[in-house]
C-alpha cells in the first residue's frame, strides 16, 4: 500500500538528500516538500498525506509548532540534528525521530513502523465506518488489563489520544483501549463528540465553560475539571455548530 508523505525541512540539501534515501522505499510515495512551518501546513493540507518528514528547528515557527496547528495529524518522523528533543518529540505522538546525518537501518526501521500502523489505522476506520454510528446512549465495554466497565457513551466526556491508544475519560476513570481518535470518531456522533485537537475528542453535553485563548483558539472546561484546548481551525467550527 502506498502511503504518501511530505517532507518539512528549512535545509534544502537536507530534503534531497532524504528524497534520495526514500528512493528505496517504492511504497513511500513523496508528493510534495516545504521549507517553513506555514507552507508545510499548506501542503498537508492541499495533499492530506499519510506522513510527513519533519525538522524541528525552522526559521520562525518549529515542527512541534506545526503540530500544534493541526486537527488530525499524519504519522510523524522527525528528522532532527539536536538530541536534546527526543522526548518530547514521543510526547506529541511522533512515531520515530531520526537524527541526521540519517542512518539508513534506523530510517528502515521508521518506515516499516509506518507500513504496519497505517494498514492497522486504515482497517480500522473501515471496521468502524461498517459498524455504523453510536449514540450516547449506547453502552460500550471498556477493558483496561483487568479492570472492565460498561459506560454509557453520554459519560465519556473525553477521549486523548495516547500514541496508537486512546484514555477514555469518564467518572474518575481513566482507562487505555486499543483505539485510534480517527477510528473512534467514524462511530461517534459528530454533533455530541467533537474533534478538539489531533489529540482531544470531547463531549459537547459536558462542557461546563468556553474561554477566548491565544492565536484565535478557545479553552474548554468540561465537568470534572478537565481544560482542553480547540485549535484555530476548530474554533470555527465549533462557533458555527453552537451559534444560533
Known amino acids: 500500500m502506498t502511503k504518501k508523505a511530505i517532507l518539512i525541512d528549512d ?22 516538500e516545504a521549507g517553513n512551518v506555514q507552507e508545510g501546513l499548506e501542503k498537508i493540507d492541499l ?20 503540530l500544534q496547528e493541526l486537527d488530525r495529524s499524519p504519522y510523524v518522523i522527525f528528522t532532527t540534528a539536536y538530541d536534546e528533543y527526543a522526548v518530547k518529540a514521543f510526547e506529541v505522538n511522533a512515531l520515530d525521530y531520526l537524527l541526521k546525518p540519517i542512518d539508513p537501518k534506523r530510517l528502515a526501521d521508521a518506515i516499516h513502523k509506518v507500513g504496519e500502523l ?8 473501515q471496521e468502524a465506518a461498517q459498524r455504523g454510528k453510536l449514540t450516547e446512549e449506547d453502552q460500550v465495554f471498556v477493558k483496561d488489563g483487568e479492570r472492565c466497565w460498561f459506560v454509557a457513551l453520554g459519560d465519556i466526556r ?8 486512546a484514555k477514555v475519560f469518564f467518572g474518575n476513570n481513566k482507562p487505555l483501549i486499543l483505539k485510534s481518535l480517527n477510528a473512534l470518531e467514524e ?8 474533534r478538539a485537537n489531533r489529540k482531544h475528542i470531547v463531549n459537547l453535553r459536558l462542557v461546563d465553560k468556553v474561554e477566548n485563548y491565544f492565536n484565535g483558539g478557545l479553552l474548554l472546561e468540561l465537568k470534572g475539571g478537565d481544560k482542553i484546548e480547540v485549535s484555530r481551525r476548530q474554533t470555527v467550527k465549533f462557533k458555527e455548530m453552537m451559534s444560533l
Do not use: C, W
Open 47 to 66: 495533499h492530506n498525506p499519510d506522513l510527513i518528514f519533519l525538522d524541528i528547528n525552522m526559521p520562525g515557527k518549529t515542527g512541534f509548532d506545526l
Open 158 to 165: 473525553l477521549f486523548e489520544s495516547v500514541g496508537n491508544y
Open 187 to 194: 462511530r461517534l456522533d459528530e454533533k455530541v463528540f467533537f
Open 118 to 125: 497505517v494498514q492497522k489505522e486504515k482497517q480500522a476506520v
Open 11 to 32: 535545509e534544502r540539501l537536507a530534503r534531497n538528500e532524504l528524497r534520495k534515501m526514500l528512493v528505496d522505499y517504492p511504497d513511500i510515495e513523496i508528493v510534495d
